[in-house]
């Protein structure tokens, strides 16, 4: 009777947290389009809320890297 193995690989983790990673839906346009847009704001700041994994540090770093 054949037996079956597991292989583990040693996958390295990437972060990737660049604009063009970002998946752009109905509940977050409205923040990528004023990310988008900066510095041409309306407001003199934005923030940035949401409940945990939802974006925000994706977008910081975005805006970061603007």
Known sequence: MPTSSQI????????????????????????VQYIDNWPSWPYFAICLYGPSG????????IFSDR
């Open 8 to 31: 583990a690989f040693n996958f390295v983790p990437h972060p990737y947290l660049g604009r063009e990673d970002f998946m752009v839906s109905s509940c977050n346009a409205k923040a």
């Open 54 to 61: 939802c974006g925000k540090t994706h977008l910081s770093r």
